[in-house]
């Protein structure tokens, strides 16, 4: 019983401590929608999610992407994100952190990807 007991125990601690670590989408202004199109200065394709840099107007933007796996299962790929592809982000801007965009969508080649 004891074993049960510290096992439940452990298992409610560390979900409880992955779910704060997720940042959750109220920290982005779902009011200023914007878009930008730049070429991939930087890419990190990790869970739980990818991001990209772009430069645009004089500065570094950090585009927060969709899970991987909801990008893969979309068709979009980590081959098809290299540095210097244009791509054009729809997205809101971080509340929180100067540069930074959740994309909505974004479009690579000309073909849309849903982010959602």
Sequence with gaps: MHRQLTAAL?????????????HGWG???????FTI???IDMI???NPHAH???????ATWEITLAPISR???RGLSEAMLKTGTMIKAEGYPSTRR????RAERIT???KVYEMR
Excluded: I, R
């Design 27 to 33: 920290s982005y202004d779902s009011a200023g929608k």
């Design 52 to 58: 990209v840099m772009l430069k645009y107007e004089n």
């Design 108 to 110: 690579v080649d000309g």
């Design 44 to 46: 990190a394709w990790q």
């Design 98 to 101: 100067e540069h930074e965009m």
């Design 71 to 73: 990008m893969s299962n």
């Design 10 to 22: 452990l298992f409610t601690l560390s979900a409880a401590t992955a779910a704060s670590a997720h």
């Design 37 to 39: 199109e730049a070429p």
